[in-house]
């Protein structure tokens, strides 16, 4: 919901990093590995119960994750660095709950089981309507020029990292976030689902 306020905002410096750092010769491919990396390196953190240090790489791979596209816009677009960004966000956004859960397994397990399914229910729902966009010649640029259809959402990047920020600053409150944000993820994918049925309709290739 708050992806497209917040890309405005950043995007000038986010393209001037980037244009730096394609100047030294790395590739935005890196850049997406090295988000991984440090994502990885956060949820370990979270997991030794470092919430603050797990909180600050988390940001810095969440800053990575922005760079590579603005590092690809230089160097230029490819469909398997479109590809990469996608598995290796999710792998992140999944391992952070999983930290949360390592770190205290009787508060968080339940909360945290929660809130990775409803990540995969949301996830799921995201990128089977990018193949139905793509399947039917549909665009979007509401996020900017991205590899693949992006469906605007109540839970998006800006509101799961600042659930994740929260729950670093206030570890003890990891379960009651994850499962109120476990709600919304899952309240996203149902309206995706309207809003596809409702789109294939207009298509005419909704058979239902």
């Known amino acids: 919901m708050l992806d497209g306020a917040v890309r405005e905002r950043i995007q000038p410096l986010i393209d001037a990093a980037g244009r730096a750092i394609a100047r030294t010769g790395a590739t935005a491919n890196t850049v997406t590995v090295t988000a991984l990396l ?3 390196a956060a949820a370990g953190l979270i997991a030794l119960q470092w919430y603050l240090a797990g909180m600050i790489v988390l ?4 800053l990575c994750d922005g760079l590579d596209g603005a590092v ?5 677009k490819t469909d398997f660095g479109g590809f990469l960004d996608i598995v290796l966000d999710f792998a992140v956004y999944g391992i952070i709950p999983l930290g ?3 770190a205290d397994p009787a508060a968080n397990a339940i909360a945290g089981a929660a809130l990775i399914f409803s990540f995969y229910v949301n996830g799921a729902s995201f990128l089977a309507f990018a193949i139905m966009a793509e399947k039917h010649g549909m665009t979007t640029d509401q996020r900017g ?6 469906t605007t959402g109540l839970a998006e990047a800006t509101e799961t990292i600042a659930v ?3 729950a670093c600053l206030f570890p ?3 379960p009651v976030l994850a499962w109120v944000f476990a709600a919304i993820c899952l309240y996203t994918a149902l309206s995706r689902i309207v809003m596809t049925k409702r789109v294939l309709s207009l298509t005419g ?3 239902a």
Not at 59 to 62: D, E, H
Not at 145 to 150: G, P, V
């Open 164 to 166: 994740f920020v929260a």
């Open 59 to 62: 940001l810095a791979s969440r």
């Open 172 to 174: 003890g409150w990891f």
């Open 145 to 150: 020029e991205k590899s693949l259809f992006f």
């Open 38 to 40: 440090l994502g990885v």
């Open 72 to 76: 690809a816009r230089v160097n230029g």
């Open 205 to 207: 290739k909704d058979d």
């Open 100 to 102: 949360f859960v390592i």
